[in-house]
């Protein structure tokens, strides 16, 4: 699939979450607050992996935010499917679950976070459990959040079998009303002991709930 149609489908996926969003947005209570930690939200995503070495992929996701302890401990679920373009070409379906630890401290809101998860692979059984811990700050402008981090992941297997890898990412979102957002990221992915990496591209909507 042409970078192009990539394109066109993740605004394809945009323009109908936004769609959804403005109807929710009629029959739910809002939820205000700058920022996003310390939300209640789900989102709707899709983003394009580009490969130094070997074409690109794609990847569409969806996730729920949830305040655990105000001010203090948010948890997360997501589910993504990424399908890859070139050879070889493989299927992920990623399960997932993280914690987010922050703190306000001078108008932005300092985080760390732990995650863990399960990857199947569509033409294989080589399935796993995958783990990552980030950090990062969140700062919030108004409507605007501005949330730069980094995050190492790796899997579960023995060392020098293991995938380990470095990202760093920068995230944009803008809350249009009391209920709905957009947001857009892009990052660096960096694989440890391996000359591949990779620029993300992420777009999406949020709705709170």
Same mark, same amino acid.
């Given at each position: ?11 394809? $996926? +945009?323009? #109908? *979450?936004? @769609? =959804? ?6 029959? !739910?209570?809002? &939820? ?39 001010? $203090? +401990?948010? #948890? *997360?679920? @997501? =589910? ?6 070139? !050879?070889?070409? &493989? ?119």
């Amino acid at each position: 699939m042409k970078l192009s149609n990539k394109i066109t489908l993740a605004l394809g $996926l +945009l323009l #109908a *979450g936004a @769609t =959804y969003a403005q109807t929710t947005a009629t029959t !739910s209570t809002p &939820t205000t607050g700058p920022g996003l930690m310390g939300q209640r939200y789900a989102e709707f995503g899709s983003g394009v992996h580009d490969f130094k070495l070997a074409g690109d992929a794609t990847l569409l996701g969806v996730g729920a935010n949830l305040p655990v302890v105000p001010s $203090l +401990l948010d #948890a *997360g679920v @997501t =589910y993504s499917y990424d399908w890859t373009h070139g !050879s070889p070409r &493989t299927h992920h379906h990623t399960f997932g679950a993280s914690a987010t630890i922050y703190t306000p401290l001078n108008g932005v809101k300092p985080f760390v976070g732990i995650g863990a998860g399960w990857q199947t692979h569509r033409h294989n059984s080589d399935d796993q459990g995958i783990w990552n811990a980030s950090a990062g700050v969140e700062i919030p402008a108004g409507d605007f959040t501005l949330t730069p981090r980094v995050t190492y992941a790796s899997d579960f297997e023995a060392p020098g079998v293991r995938m380990e890898q470095w990202n760093w990412a920068v995230e944009a979102n803008y809350w249009a009303n009391s209920k709905a957002g957009v947001f857009a990221a892009v990052g660096r992915s960096d694989l440890l002991h391996r000359s591949e990496r990779s620029w993300n591209y992420q777009i999406g909507v949020r709705v709170r709930l």
